[in-house]
């Protein structure tokens, strides 16, 4: 008893895809298709979600543009050129490498190495340093002292 509702629990717990019964192709081929499209295209509203997975409305259209694409003809490649061409790179979940993108993809990796050659410098400087001479205590100072130890 305990098993089968464990199992319930667990089918319930997964995520569940927004991908609406209208929408889903006559053909399991193309539908294939668009449902691997879909995976690599990120839904304008709610930004870090793929369109199968998004309730958002736009995201519905994203879904519809890519099967009516696909019925048309088109390639993968083509549907997310075309989508690419529309919505801009940033529609894409995992963006090229090239171009202007180039750039931030280096720029995470040599911030890191310039931080670590930074941190090391300091470090290194710091151990060479001089260690600062302590300054004896002043009659005054040492009297003041054991005035507050006695206390």
Known sequence: MRLAALL?????????LAVQPDEILADPALE???RDISQGLRCLVCRNENIDDSNAELARDLR??????????????????FVVDRYGEYVLLNP??????????????????????LAALYLRRRR?????AAAALSEE???RLAEILKD
């Open 8 to 16: 319930l629990a667990g089918l319930l717990a997964t995520p569940a």
């Open 32 to 34: 294939s298709r668009a």
């Open 64 to 81: 519809l543009l890519v099967r009516e694409r696909l019925e048309a003809g088109d390639t993968d490649a083509e549907v997310v050129d």
């Open 96 to 117: 090229t490498t090239g171009g202007a993108n180039l750039i931030l993809w280096i720029a995470g990796p040599v911030m890191l190495m310039g931080g670590l050659g």
């Open 128 to 132: 060479a340093a001089p260690e600062p």
């Open 141 to 143: 100072e040492r009297a």
